[in-house]
């Protein structure tokens, strides 16, 4: 009798063990069949990048904003200068450019971004002095202090005119290129050329270039201007868009005519000694939305962040 009690008890033990084996089995096959789902990562706020934190005066700005959310519109401000903003070729990325003008006050900014949703993003930048020399004026016989005072102020309402055009949308996609094949400054930006009271600053800079050298365009956009200005000799301006233009001076001959539409390379132009200039060169000046900035700076700014 005592046998038959532990035999069915041993029986028993054994149907416990089978079943809780069981039971872990089927839930093992469960946890492997059907996991349960991590949550998605959450989408990270929009990202802003810029050329750099500290500028110097007549700098360019480059300042991207990476996003995943979908915006229609994007718009800034760096202090009080406006910057407007072009959706680049990388889905979910925007571009703004920005001129630092040679008189910025060195200090502090807010760089502000607003974004079509609402949403405000912020970044601090400095602006920090850049020594501009004082170099002695060139002048000559018909090129006097006065004259030359004479003749930039003639040509002021004209450029004034053309610079306040304004095309709400980008004609580039690339970077920005060099207006010669070979480029040997010979009249810095920036430098303040005086002789006794007169004097005036050189708001472009001049590059080594005989006479009838090709002149490229530094990028795709519309011709605003190809006539003879006095001083600037003969001159031709190129609209880019978003109130960024190019400035070719002292040209011996124009390639190119107002009203058309210009691809980055294209020869614009021959470069010459036409205007005020003591040998021949090529004057290039950079504008953004009304500042003159230093042009090779700009080229190489916007190559290393569109290339």
């Given at each position: 009798?005592?046998?038959?009690?532990q035999?069915?008890?041993?029986?028993i033990v054994?149907a416990?063990l089978?079943?809780?084996?069981?039971?872990?089995i089927?839930?093992s096959?469960?946890?492997i069949?059907?996991?349960?789902p991590?949550?998605?990562?959450?989408?990270?706020?929009?990202e802003?990048?810029?050329?750099?934190?500290?500028l110097?005066?007549?700098d360019?700005?480059?300042?991207k904003?990476?996003t995943?959310?979908?915006?229609n519109?994007?718009?800034?401000e760096?202090g009080?200068?406006?910057i407007d903003?072009?959706q680049?070729?990388?889905e979910?990325?925007w571009?703004?450019?920005?001129?630092i003008?040679?008189?910025?006050?060195?200090?502090?900014?807010?760089?502000?971004?607003?974004l079509a949703?609402?949403e405000?993003?912020?970044?601090?930048?400095?602006?920090?002095?850049?020594?501009?020399?004082?170099?002695?004026?060139p002048v000559?016989?018909?090129?006097?202090p006065?004259?030359i005072?004479e003749?930039l102020?003639?040509?002021?309402?004209i450029?004034?005119?053309v610079?306040?055009?304004?095309?709400?949308e980008v004609?580039?996609?690339?970077?920005?290129?060099?207006?010669?094949k070979?480029?040997?400054?010979?009249?810095?930006?920036?430098v303040?050329?005086?002789?006794?009271?007169?004097?005036?600053?050189?708001?472009?800079?001049d590059?080594?270039?005989?006479?009838?050298?090709p002149v490229?365009?530094?990028?795709?956009?519309?011709?605003?201007?190809?006539?003879?200005?006095?001083?600037?000799?003969?001159?031709?301006i190129?609209?880019h868009?978003?109130g960024i233009f190019?400035?070719?001076?002292h040209?011996?001959?124009?390639?190119?005519?107002?009203g058309?539409?210009?691809?980055?390379?294209?020869?614009?132009?021959?470069?010459?000694?036409s205007?005020?200039?003591?040998e021949?060169?090529?004057h290039?000046?950079?504008?953004?939305n009304?500042?003159?900035?230093?042009?090779?700076?700009?080229?190489?700014?916007?190559e290393?962040?569109?290339?």
């Amino acid at each position: 009798m005592r046998l038959k009690i532990q035999v069915f008890l041993i029986l028993i033990v054994m149907a416990i063990l089978l079943f809780v084996l069981y039971q872990g089995i089927e839930f093992s096959k469960t946890s492997i069949s059907s996991p349960t789902p991590f949550p998605e990562k959450s989408l990270s706020k929009p990202e802003v990048l810029v050329s750099s934190d500290i500028l110097e005066q007549g700098d360019t700005l480059l300042v991207k904003v990476n996003t995943d959310t979908e915006v229609n519109k994007v718009s800034g401000e760096l202090g009080s200068t406006k910057i407007d903003f072009f959706q680049s070729e990388t889905e979910g990325s925007w571009v703004g450019i920005a001129g630092i003008s040679p008189k910025q006050k060195p200090e502090e900014y807010n760089l502000v971004i607003n974004l079509a949703n609402g949403e405000e993003l912020k970044k601090e930048l400095t602006i920090i002095e850049r020594k501009f020399p004082i170099v002695e004026l060139p002048v000559t016989e018909v090129y006097t202090p006065s004259k030359i005072s004479e003749t930039l102020s003639q040509a002021e309402p004209i450029l004034k005119q053309v610079f306040s055009v304004y095309t709400p949308e980008v004609y580039f996609k690339q970077a920005f290129i060099y207006p010669l094949k070979e480029i040997k400054i010979v009249g810095a930006y920036g430098v303040i050329r005086q002789e006794g009271d007169f004097g005036y600053q050189h708001l472009g800079v001049d590059l080594e270039a005989k006479v009838g050298t090709p002149v490229y365009a530094i990028n795709d956009g519309e011709v605003l201007l190809s006539e003879n200005l006095s001083s600037y000799g003969n001159t031709l301006i190129i609209d880019h868009g978003l109130g960024i233009f190019s400035f070719y001076c002292h040209l011996s001959e124009f390639k190119v005519s107002k009203g058309e539409k210009v691809k980055r390379g294209d020869v614009v132009a021959l470069s010459g000694d036409s205007g005020y200039a003591v040998e021949p060169h090529l004057h290039l000046t950079v504008k953004i939305n009304g500042s003159s900035v230093d042009p090779l700076r700009f080229i190489e700014t916007i190559e290393e962040e569109l290339e």
